[in-house]
């Protein structure tokens, strides 16, 4: 579902002025409320599927990217408790068309550190039929982040950060060129594509971010679905200007890929799909994962570990843990540093609450390669079969004597399957 409306045609400049006078108007009425504390009526303001854009470090609890007049007043409940008004003024205010851009100095107390900043911003906001559509903040991010003592809190590992709706994501962005993005699967983190990105970076800017709850990404005070997720990435790549892009996706990020290309077809021009299914759960192996929920819910840190271990066992070939034990041992204390309870939620989204999205395949109008493992218990190749069936245009390659784990298993083949794919688009 398209947030922003279609390019309209050149206006006159008496009609620009008209238009920017209205919005002008519009945006004096939503700060004037925002600044008295009438937060309901300033979100009366904002429109059904505003844009919000606060660009700045995560620790800054304003900052980030939000979708929906909803947010939009759960990000106006921030200020109370992050901050105190010292003063403050608006300077000019200038309106074309539908934008109008606001220039001003802030003046504040820091409440949970106690200090006190001043600066300059100015903030750009669009109007279109009396609502505020999209609002981008522009200030001095880095004395922000001084300023809540950003420097003092704990970030699992070092990664670019930044919040999308209601979660903070952790990712890599490396290299120049086209743009790659990588969604590894449950259990996992962004190091699982390592090789793929450190064959593709010299050609192309690789993005590669957390899912949820794993690795550098947080914990989300709330459950969060496959399709929360489709929509947090398809803000952050249409914000930054990342599409239209390359998705590769591995079993949960597959499935994520597959939601993103198929509701945002202008984002994705590539989407690769490794190791992943487009159907629901099967019965049989959902009793075992409802098992292993319990362990992640009640169970010791030592049969939490256990379990990991199980899993690993269960999705990766003897023979590759018996000939690769150094990036088996290194894959298996991913995923046994994991919180458990972000571990617990998303097995609930990947697993046991996964919709059937083989319906949404004929809408993917992106090139797709399909790459299966041959021994893959987890996700057999019969389900990429179907994926390369239902999707328009898509070409389905078996990896032999690979399991479910494909990147780290043969992470050769993937890096030359994806090379492979993504130059013959160039060739095209």
């Known amino acids: 579902m398209r947030r922003r409306t279609a390019s309209r045609p050149p206006t006159t400049d008496r009609e620009g002025r008209r238009r920017g006078c209205a919005g002008e108007a519009v945006v004096q009425s939503f700060l004037e409320a925002f600044w008295a504390g009438d937060f309901d009526t300033a979100a009366s303001l904002v429109a059904e599927e505003a844009v919000w854009h606060v660009d700045g470090d995560p620790g ?4 980030g990217l939000r979708h929906g007049r909803r947010r939009v007043r759960q990000w106006m409940d921030v200020f109370p408790g992050a901050s105190e008004p010292r003063g403050g003024s608006v300077l000019t205010t200038v ?29 750009r906001f669009t109007v279109r039929d009396g609502h505020i559509a999209r609002y981008q903040m522009f200030e001095d991010s880095l004395a922000l982040a001084n300023a809540f003592d950003v420097a003092s809190q704990p970030c699992r590992p070092y990664a670019q950060r930044i919040r999308v709706n209601d979660t903070i ?18 259990f996992g983190d962004r190091t699982m594509f390592q090789h793929q990105v450190e064959a593709l970076h ?8 957390d899912m949820p709850g ?45 939601l993103l290309a198929a509701r945002r077809p202008d984002l994705v021009n590539n989407v690769a799909l490794l190791n992943t ?101 987890a996700m057999p190749p019969v389900l990429s079969e179907e994926i390369a069936t239902l999707a328009e245009d898509a070409h389905l390659t078996v990896l032999s004597t690979v399991a479910h784990h494909a990147p780290v298993e043969a992470p050769e083949e993937v890096a030359r399957c994806l090379q492979q794919f993504l130059a013959e688009e160039t060739a095209e």
């Open 202 to 209: 010299p050609q192309h800017r690789c993005v590669v971010p």
């Open 169 to 186: 994501y952790g990712y890599d962005d490396t290299g120049d060129g086209p743009t790659v993005m990588f969604l590894h699967g449950l």
């Open 277 to 377: 299914s487009a159907r629901p759960e099967p019965e049989e192996p959902r009793e075992l994962w409802l098992q292993r929920r319990t362990v992640l819910t009640d169970g010791s840190r030592e049969a939490q570990q256990t379990m990991m271990r199980e899993v690993q066992g269960s999705v990766t070939s003897a023979q590759w843990r018996s000939n690769s034990p150094e990036p088996a041992a290194a894959e298996l204390r991913v995923m046994t540093s994991q919180d458990p309870l972000a571990m617990r939620r998303a097995l609930d989204a990947a697993v046991l609450e996964r919709s059937d999205m083989r319906h949404l395949l004929p809408a993917i109008q992106a090139r797709t390669l399909v790459l299966a493992g041959a021994d893959d218990r």
């Open 95 to 123: 309106a074309q068309g539908e934008d109008a851009i606001v220039c001003g100095r802030f003046h504040f107390l820091v409440r949970p550190t106690g200090k006190v900043i001043q600066g300059d911003y100015v903030m």
């Open 214 to 258: 794993h690795g550098a990404s947080a914990v989300t005070a709330q459950r969060w679905t496959l399709e929360d997720i489709a929509d947090d990435l398809a803000l952050l790549i249409e914000e930054k200007n990342w599409g239209p892009l390359a998705l590769v996706g591995h079993s949960q990020g597959g499935m994520v890929a597959m």
């Open 60 to 63: 800054v609890p304003p900052t």
